[in-house]
């Protein structure tokens, strides 16, 4: 309790925009408070009053069922209140911008927007126009913060449990449409920061040029990578995002790229695997593979809420920072 | 206004037809906007002292958006001409590709009429090469010539149709009229937001492959040989491009090139906050790239610097890079960019950078202007060589503040823009 307080005085940035701005002590930070939040022994999540009275805008201008639901049980857990604002029953439609609209909602009181936007570098935009904290919940193509942090998360919890005490030299492979992939970004991000090695795998169309420079490896060999590979994080092919300028089809993908249990005979027996979700069961992953005890896909959605508690607590908590007593922080239920 | 004539005094006149520099006066006549004499100990009641400063034959800028008639809360013609003059231009040639495009006669009038009225740099109206600027008819090249458009351009991306482009080459040469050509082949940059590469894999945007330009070059300059015309490639940005420019021009005379301001200091690295200032078309490109530019221009691969002005209002540019448009306010930064880039540190004779900025331009266009002879236009661009100052948006004329120089500091810039025997300052004379 005491605990999180001070964890919260270590947090000094007003926004989340993306791993890349993030130092490895600040995204540990991130994980640390995560644990603080971590279920209780009934299994669930511990309820916290930090953000009584305060007000969540998640601001979505891109289809989302999980990132957004995930984010909502987050702020209700922190006892925020949350509004959810969706582009199709919006001013948006009659030509209103994405300042003019962040605006007219603050005006109305919000305290902090969880954005998610079809333009890269639409969240550092809005952060730069708004004096209140903006979580980027995925931003064009460029990051998503969040996935990134609990699909790290659930690394570190799954190799903690083995004995590991750290991710240095673990290997990570990101396999799939990395062009289109802000979670692919996120992860390789924070991943290389914490010493783990990163490899983006995929067909040679949809693996951009040129991004060696943020450190990781490129291959287009599955089954090599497959052979030394500790985590699997499989994307899916981005369809909506015009992929078949770079790739034929589901199928194509599917036999030649697909993970099934008779590809992962040649991986390490304990490799984790890994996926953002939501899955397309038999195109990139098999449903024997999904459903394995390999595949953490469902811990890394519990880790996402409690992940997301940690950042709204972070980045929200910083001007409540007087207001915290270990009175407000209390363990269990409200 | 003042009728009587101008001395201006004491400045080394860089006389590029003669191919010579000297300190000499240098009487114009305002009244009929004509040189009248130059000499030594000149007199006359209005003097400009130039001392310290070079008289160069007025610059002549090929490529500028005014958005009139359309949007002219972006610039406007009249603005525009002032804006010009600012950045020490005495002549402008204006883009076709308005809202309605300047595709009939009535259009050239208008845009040569609002320049007579403008009172500031002389803007020469372009026309389309097609119909509407749709690329699929050729436009009224022949009559727009009449009436005093000077080169043909439909605007931002190639004329996609070989059969149109050939057509309008080969059809524009018998007027001895040149085609301005934006080289990127368009399937290839379609919804393209930056220049592929490293950043733009990390950016998370759709990336420009610097093949488009490479390949539209090579069909573009191929195609001008076939028609036996002129062609203008307009920007070039790329290492890649220049040998294949240079290759072209070995076999075709006529076929010239020029890249903008931006291209020449800065790079895609700069994307790196999503600033929308940033945001032009062809992209910013490599540190690679940019010093080959530099050096093909030294050697002439690259004939001219060519502003590619382009102003847009705040509300258009303060959105989401996604949405934002492509463009810079770059008109009152060209004199300055190649003054700092060429002469101090290309270390380019400045009669040869003069030549290339005024004569070479005049021919490309086929307008008047360059000389120092009595009875010439009194057309100059008035530089210090050695001032050091710093872009500053707030000092622009133009109404388009979105300019990627901001706060650049260069060494020298115009001080003076004398155009038809009037003197404006320009950007460098506070």
Redesign the interface.
């Known amino acids: 309790m005491k605990d999180l307080a001070t964890k919260v005085k270590q947090w000094t940035r007003k926004d989340l925009i993306g791993l890349e701005y993030l130092s490895r002590d600040e995204i540990e930070l991130i994980l640390d408070t995560a644990e603080s939040f971590r279920a209780g022994p009934d299994r669930s999540i511990r309820k916290v009053p930090a953000l009584r009275g305060q007000v969540v805008v998640n601001l979505f201008f891109e289809n989302s069922t999980r990132t957004s639901n995930s984010f909502a049980i987050a702020a209700k857990r922190l006892s925020a209140d949350v509004v959810n604002f969706s582009t199709s029953t919006s001013s948006v439609s009659k030509g209103e911008t994405l300042v003019d609209t962040a605006k007219n909602i603050l005006a109305m009181g919000a305290d902090a927007f969880v954005m998610r936007h079809q333009a890269s570098g639409a969240a550092s935009f809005l952060a730069n126009h708004v004096d209140v904290p903006v979580i980027n919940a995925g931003d064009g193509q460029h990051e998503h913060p969040t996935q990134g942090l609990l699909d790290i998360f659930t690394i570190r919890d799954v190799f903690r449990s083995r004995g590991r005490a750290n991710l240095e030299g673990l290997n990570v492979a990101i396999m799939g449409d990395i062009r289109h992939s802000r979670v692919a970004r996120s992860n390789a991000w924070g991943l290389i920061k914490l010493g783990a090695n990163v490899t983006f795998v995929g067909p040679k169309t949809l693996i951009p040029r040129g991004i060696e420079s943020m450190g990781v490896k490129v291959s287009n060999d599955l089954d090599s990578v497959l052979k030394t590979a500790d985590v699997i994080n499989m994307l899916r092919i981005q369809y909506e995002r015009r992929a078949g300028d770079y790739f034929p089809s589901a199928g194509e993908f599917s036999s030649i790229w697909g993970i099934n249990s008779q590809r992962l005979k040649i991986a390490k027996p304990d490799i984790v695997i890994m996926h953002p979700g939501p899955i397309n069961r038999g195109i990139e992953i098999s449903a024997e593979v999904a459903d394995s005890p390999n595949s953490v896909i469902l811990q890394q959605v519990t880790n996402g809420v409690i992940v997301r508690m940690a950042v709204l607590y972070l980045t929200m908590g910083r001007k409540l920072t007087g207001a915290f007593d270990s009175a407000a922080l209390t363990d269990g239920a409200e | 206004m003042s009728n009587s004539d101008i001395i201006l005094k004491n400045g080394v006149i860089v006389d590029c037809e003669t191919n010579n520099e000297s300190r000499q006066d240098v009487r114009i006549s305002r009244a009929t906007g004509l040189v009248i004499e130059i000499g030594s100990n000149l007199s006359g009641t209005e003097i400009i002292d130039c001392a310290g400063l070079h008289i160069l034959p007025g610059w002549i800028d090929l490529r500028a958006q005014f958005n009139d008639p359309g949007k002219a809360s972006r610039e406007s013609i009249l603005n525009g001409a002032k804006a010009a003059a600012h950045g020490g231009l005495t002549a402008v040639a204006a883009r076709a590709d308005t809202t309605p495009p300047v595709d009939n006669i009535a259009s050239v009038s208008y845009v040569l009429q609002q320049s007579a009225l403008a009172g500031g740099a002389r803007v020469y109206p372009t026309g389309t090469i097609t119909k509407k600027a749709e690329g699929k008819e050729l436009a009224e090249i022949g009559r727009m010539t009449q009436a005093g458009a000077v080169g043909f351009t439909d605007g931002e991306r190639t004329l996609q149709s070989a059969v149109l482009l050939h057509s309008a080459i080969e059809y524009a040469s018998m007027f001895n009229k040149v085609i301005f050509d934006v080289p990127q082949n368009p399937e290839l940059s379609d919804e393209s937001l930056m220049h592929?590469?490293?950043?733009?894999?990390?950016?998370?945007?759709k990336?420009l492959p610097p093949v488009a330009e490479v390949i539209q070059i090579g069909r573009d300059s191929r195609l001008a040989d076939s028609a036996g015309g002129r062609l203008h490639l307009t920007p070039v940005t790329l290492h890649d491009s220049i040998k294949i420019v240079r290759s072209a021009k070995q076999h075709n005379a006529r076929v010239t090139a020029d890249t903008s301001p931006l291209h020449l200091v800065l790079t895609d690295e700069s994307l790196a906050?999503?600033d929308t200032v940033f945001k032009v078309f062809p992209p910013l490109r490599t540190v690679k790239d940019s010093n080959a530019l530099k050096a093909a221009y030294k050697e002439g691969v690259i004939d001219c610097i060519v502003s590619h002005h382009s102003p847009f209002t705040a509300e258009e540019t303060?959105?989401?890079?996604?949405?934002a448009p492509f463009g810079n306010s770059t008109i009152e930064t060209l004199v300055g960019v190649v003054l700092d880039v060429f002469y101090h540190e290309m270390n380019m004779p400045l009669i040869e950078i003069a030549r290339r900025q005024s004569l070479l331009t005049r021919d490309i266009l086929g307008v008047p202007g360059g000389g120092f002879k009595p009875g010439a236009p009194a057309d100059f661009t008035i530089v210090n060589l050695d001032k050091e100052w710093t872009v500053d948006v707030r000092k622009f004329k133009s109404k388009g503040k979105n300019c990627a120089l901001d706060g650049k500091r260069l060494r020298g810039g115009p001080v003076y823009a004398v155009i038809g025997g009037q003197l404006h300052s320009s950007i460098c004379s506070e």
């Open positions: 592929q590469g490293a950043m733009s894999a990390k950016l998370g945007m990336g906050t999503y303060d959105v989401e890079f996604l949405y």
